[in-house]
Protein backbone atom coordinates (compact mmCIF):
# COMPACT_ATOMS: atom_id res chain seq x y z
CA UNK A 1 0.00 0.00 0.00
CA UNK A 2 2.31 2.77 0.91
CA UNK A 3 6.01 4.70 1.88
CA UNK A 4 8.52 6.85 3.56
CA UNK A 5 9.88 7.59 0.46
CA UNK A 6 6.40 8.18 -1.33
CA UNK A 7 8.36 10.71 0.73
CA UNK A 8 11.53 11.63 -0.22
CA UNK A 9 13.81 10.45 2.24
CA UNK A 10 16.05 13.63 3.91
CA UNK A 11 14.81 15.98 0.86
CA UNK A 12 15.61 19.37 1.40
CA UNK A 13 12.03 20.33 0.13
CA UNK A 14 8.33 18.68 1.42
CA UNK A 15 7.19 16.69 3.41
CA UNK A 16 5.77 15.90 6.83
CA UNK A 17 6.76 12.48 6.28
CA UNK A 18 10.44 12.80 7.14
CA UNK A 19 9.18 13.07 10.34
CA UNK A 20 6.44 10.93 10.49
CA UNK A 21 6.58 7.23 9.26
CA UNK A 22 3.45 6.40 10.87
CA UNK A 23 1.85 4.61 7.11
CA UNK A 24 4.75 2.33 7.92
CA UNK A 25 3.64 1.03 11.04
CA UNK A 26 -0.08 1.16 10.25
CA UNK A 27 -1.23 -1.23 7.79
CA UNK A 28 -0.08 -4.79 6.05
CA UNK A 29 2.08 -3.82 3.08
CA UNK A 30 1.81 -6.47 0.42
CA UNK A 31 3.19 -6.58 -3.46
CA UNK A 32 3.78 -9.23 -6.14
CA UNK A 33 5.78 -11.05 -5.65
CA UNK A 34 8.11 -10.47 -9.08
CA UNK A 35 8.73 -6.72 -6.98
CA UNK A 36 11.12 -9.34 -4.88
CA UNK A 37 14.69 -9.47 -5.12
CA UNK A 38 14.22 -13.26 -5.08
CA UNK A 39 12.03 -13.50 -7.88
CA UNK A 40 14.53 -11.37 -9.97
CA UNK A 41 13.14 -7.41 -8.61
CA UNK A 42 14.35 -5.09 -6.09
CA UNK A 43 12.85 -5.49 -2.67
CA UNK A 44 15.69 -7.27 -0.71
CA UNK A 45 14.48 -10.66 -0.19
CA UNK A 46 15.55 -10.47 3.60
CA UNK A 47 12.66 -7.82 4.19
CA UNK A 48 9.36 -10.07 2.29
CA UNK A 49 7.93 -12.75 3.73
CA UNK A 50 6.46 -14.69 0.45
CA UNK A 51 2.93 -15.65 1.44
CA UNK A 52 2.12 -17.33 -1.91
CA UNK A 53 2.56 -18.29 -5.01
CA UNK A 54 1.50 -14.49 -6.26
CA UNK A 55 1.76 -12.05 -3.32
CA UNK A 56 4.61 -11.06 -0.44
CA UNK A 57 4.47 -8.95 2.30
CA UNK A 58 6.81 -6.23 3.57
CA UNK A 59 8.12 -8.17 7.24
CA UNK A 60 7.22 -6.85 10.13
CA UNK A 61 3.79 -5.70 8.83
CA UNK A 62 1.42 -7.80 9.89
CA UNK A 63 2.46 -7.84 13.55
CA UNK A 64 -0.05 -6.69 16.47
CA UNK A 65 1.82 -3.48 16.24
CA UNK A 66 2.95 -3.46 12.63
CA UNK A 67 6.58 -2.16 11.78
CA UNK A 68 7.97 -2.44 8.50
CA UNK A 69 11.40 -3.99 8.90
CA UNK A 70 12.65 -1.69 6.41
CA UNK A 71 11.87 1.73 8.47
CA UNK A 72 14.28 3.28 10.37
CA UNK A 73 13.98 6.40 12.97
CA UNK A 74 11.18 7.00 15.43
CA UNK A 75 7.30 7.43 14.13
CA UNK A 76 6.34 11.39 14.81
CA UNK A 77 10.11 12.38 14.94
CA UNK A 78 12.31 11.23 12.02
CA UNK A 79 11.55 8.72 10.14
CA UNK A 80 12.96 7.24 7.27
CA UNK A 81 12.59 4.15 4.30
CA UNK A 82 15.73 2.16 4.36
CA UNK A 83 15.40 0.69 0.87
CA UNK A 84 13.38 3.97 -0.50
CA UNK A 85 15.14 3.29 -3.80
CA UNK A 86 14.08 -0.49 -3.87
CA UNK A 87 10.59 -0.08 -1.88
CA UNK A 88 7.44 -1.92 -3.69
CA UNK A 89 5.01 -0.59 -5.48
CA UNK A 90 2.37 -0.38 -2.74
CA UNK A 91 4.64 2.14 -0.83
CA UNK A 92 5.18 4.50 -4.13
CA UNK A 93 1.40 5.05 -4.74
CA UNK A 94 0.70 5.63 -0.60
CA UNK A 95 0.08 9.14 -1.06
CA UNK A 96 0.92 11.96 2.12
CA UNK A 97 -2.25 13.30 2.76
CA UNK A 98 -4.67 10.75 1.49
CA UNK A 99 -8.03 9.44 3.83
CA UNK A 100 -5.44 6.27 4.86
CA UNK A 101 -2.31 8.24 5.65
CA UNK A 102 -4.93 10.45 8.04
CA UNK A 103 -5.91 7.54 9.59
CA UNK A 104 -1.99 6.26 10.16
CA UNK A 105 -0.88 9.66 11.97
CA UNK A 106 -4.04 9.45 13.86
CA UNK A 107 -3.16 5.95 14.98
CA UNK A 108 0.50 7.43 16.27
CA UNK A 109 -1.30 10.30 17.98
CA UNK A 110 -0.42 12.44 15.26
CA UNK A 111 -2.87 14.97 13.65
CA UNK A 112 -4.00 14.66 10.21
CA UNK A 113 -2.61 16.54 7.40
CA UNK A 114 -5.22 19.27 6.42
CA UNK A 115 -6.02 18.08 3.10
CA UNK A 116 -6.85 14.44 5.03
S1 LIG B 1 9.31 -0.47 2.44
FE1 LIG B 1 9.82 1.56 3.15
S2 LIG B 1 8.12 2.82 2.48
FE2 LIG B 1 7.43 0.70 2.38
S3 LIG B 1 6.44 0.29 4.36
FE3 LIG B 1 8.57 -0.29 4.54
S4 LIG B 1 9.63 1.50 5.39
FE4 LIG B 1 7.63 2.15 4.57
S1 LIG C 1 1.40 8.62 7.26
FE1 LIG C 1 1.27 10.25 5.71
S2 LIG C 1 2.63 11.89 6.43
FE2 LIG C 1 3.14 10.02 7.54
S3 LIG C 1 4.83 9.09 6.37
FE3 LIG C 1 2.92 8.16 5.65
S4 LIG C 1 2.28 9.42 3.92
FE4 LIG C 1 3.82 10.59 5.04
Redesign the pocket.
Known sequence: M???P??EAFAPTM????S?????A?FRVDFSVFESEAQGGRVPAALAVELNDTLCRMRGTDHARPRCAALYGRIGEK?QCGIYEWRPNPCRE?????E???T??RR?G?TA?PN?
Not at 15 to 18: K, L, N, P, T
Not at 94 to 98: H, L, P, Q, V, Y
Open positions: HAPHRSQCQCGACCSAFEEGSACGARHLLA
